[in-house]
């Protein structure tokens, strides 16, 4: 399964813990500003997309793709369809996350461009992962301190949690009301996610920030 890792410009403070996520045959899209973490993450560009208007182009010898500075979408979500339109399967989204909300929630919502595409996909920061539970279960090992649900999208149906300290069954989670928040894996266990209906964010916590 092609698998890509999708590279922004926000600030990446763990490095050694954004590594330990990456393997040999992940392809590397870099965007833009996301160069600056090149050096740090120890992985060269299979590709470099971006406007430069937050880094300058470095002329390497592997493809870029130059974009206008005018244009509908962001940098990382051009790279994102790019890939797609490449066949890639898998996507790993490093560098997107923190610094400016908008671009934070714009990135985000990626995830559900790839959920609707039918890909894997998981935002990965410093002291998280986020990714989608919407037609396939979601499993959360106890190796996350917390974790929790957010509705994104209107309202989620038939939400189940097992193996967690505060589960549900067949429940309903709306955009309103932001009930999944800070849930924790039953010790040696592994908490599990359904959504009958709609479609949820979840987000797998290491340790607090």
Known sequence: MKKCVIVGGADIRDYGRIRELLTEEMVF????????????????????????????????????????????????????????????????????VGGRLDHTLGNVAILLMLDSAGKKAVIADDFSDMEIVSRERALIPDRYSYFSLLNITGTAKGVTIRNALYPLSDAEITCEYPIGV?????????????????RLLIIKVLKEG
């Open 182 to 198: 800070s849930n924790e894996v039953l010790p040696g266990k592994t908490a599990e996610v359904t959504v009958k209906e709609g």
């Open 29 to 96: 899209i870099f965007c833009d500003s996301g160069l600056r973490h090149m050096e740090a993450l120890g992985r060269k560009p299979d590709l470099i997309v971006g406007d430069f208007d937050s880094h300058v182009n470095p002329h390497m010898d592997v493809e870029t793709i130059v974009l206008p500075h005018v244009k509908d979408d962001t940098d990382t979500v051009f790279a994102v369809k790019e890939a797609l339109r490449r066949g890639f399967e898998e996507f790993l989204l490093i560098g997107v």
